[in-house]
């Protein structure tokens, strides 16, 4: 995850991989378990700083709003 900060600009697939392989968790997965919603909210602030895409193209990525994402990352 470290690796994550220090980029800049990364793909969504990317930063996906990246927290799925960290937290053992498929953020696609539409459970709303504690651990399913903390590694949704991980990827998308990473989303968020890391890619220049909206919260609604962030939010389609996993079948979510973007309301969804702008409470994730409040």
């Known amino acids: 995850?470290?690796?994550i900060l220090?980029?800049?600009?990364?793909?969504?697939?990317?930063?996906?991989r990246v927290v799925e392989k960290e937290t053992g968790v498929k953020?696609?997965?539409?459970?709303?378990?504690?651990?399913?919603?903390y590694a949704r909210a991980i990827y998308f602030k990473l989303c968020k700083l890391r890619t220049p895409h909206t919260l609604t193209e962030i939010g389609d990525s996993v079948n979510k709003d973007h309301a969804s994402v702008l409470h994730a990352v409040k």
């Open 1 to 3: 995850m470290i690796l």
């Open 27 to 37: 953020i696609k997965d539409t459970k709303r378990t504690r651990k399913n919603v």
């Open 6 to 16: 220090k980029l800049n600009h990364m793909k969504m697939k990317q930063i996906q």
